[in-house]
């Protein structure tokens, strides 16, 4: 047994971070630590007890990261390790499936990313965040937490009030729901249908360390396709307000090229296949791929920006960069009103409101 790792873990309504690193600690694959987690009270406190050595790591949701890197810094601690999402997904809780819902059913889901895709898939359903239904409804409900908003719209479902609601799958497994549910996947049974890319940061957990820690610290609980998803969101993402987030879809995972060749042949996509190929067309099975999507959707659902690459694992941060780059000029062609073609033309409207 190795050294003892005091951790503390911070968790959310959607990501129970104790639960996770407790079940990765206990695993057959790491054994060569002796490692004590605690729940921490909140992240200000506990990057100050981090820098006062009370700890040894701290673990959290990544998504409470973002937008208070400054303290981080301040304590002079840094992330030094992630854990891959196990399931980033949420979860459609429904007796059926989107495409077989009834028309005009009423779906509530408190994610607005979320709520474009539902709109989008099906543009007769009636997509509402809980609070604009309690509004149109004229009912006077406060709930005092998340737990209990999910288990109102438990209720009403069962009722028949509603037809369905979104929450995740922690959510859905703590409250112990019976109902049936539908995992809202990033890929389309078939090529064209719905796919439902996840929120920024969905069920990542980042390792925080002090810059003064040995880089080693980490190494036994840390996993590296969690790095690389931290690493490319950050840099994507990491300075973007955490409003503008909420309409943002992002999917980043390791694929292998077999799995890479089985889709392009399924879906008889070239430029699929071209891509696990290298430039004397032999096929690149030996590395692993980082394949990244993003996009955002109108209010309504009926447009989407999105961008996509797949990249050999050993150039994922140039091609970020490049993929930076690529996306603000996207967002911003589509996003700047049409230009007229003669004098007498109306400026045509933009693509797509990034504001709305």
Known sequence: MGNKINIVTLNSFDCNVTEILTTNLSSNGIKNID????????????????????????????????????????????????????????????????????????????????????????????????????????????????????????ESKKDGIIDGYVTSRKMYDELSLNGRRHTLLPDPKDRGGSHFLPLPYSDLIILIVRKSSPKSLTNSISEKEGVTIWWIQNKIIGKIESSELQNLGILVRHRRVRSLMEEAEKNKDLTLEQACHDSEGEVLDSEVHVEIKMEKISKNGKRTVGIQRLIPISKFEYATISLIKDWNIMLKEASQEIPHDFDVDIMGEPFIDLNE
């Open 35 to 154: 490692a004590e987690i605690s729940i921490g009270t909140g992240l200000n406190s506990s990057l100050e007890e981090l820098s006062q050595g009370k700890f040894d790591v701290l673990a959290l949701p990544a998504v409470d990261l973002h937008g208070n890197e400054a303290d981080m810094i301040r304590f002079e601690c840094e992330v030094n390790g992630a854990i891959t999402p196990k399931r980033p997904n949420f979860l459609l809780i429904s007796e059926n499936k989107i495409d077989y819902q009834p028309k005009s059913a009423i779906i509530l889901c408190d994610y607005k990313i979320i709520r474009r895709q539902l709109r989008r898939s099906r543009k007769d359903l009636r997509v509402l965040s809980s609070e604009a239904f309690l509004s149109i409804s004229k009912l006077n409900l406060e709930h005092e937490n998340q737990i209990e908003k999910i288990k109102w719209m438990e």
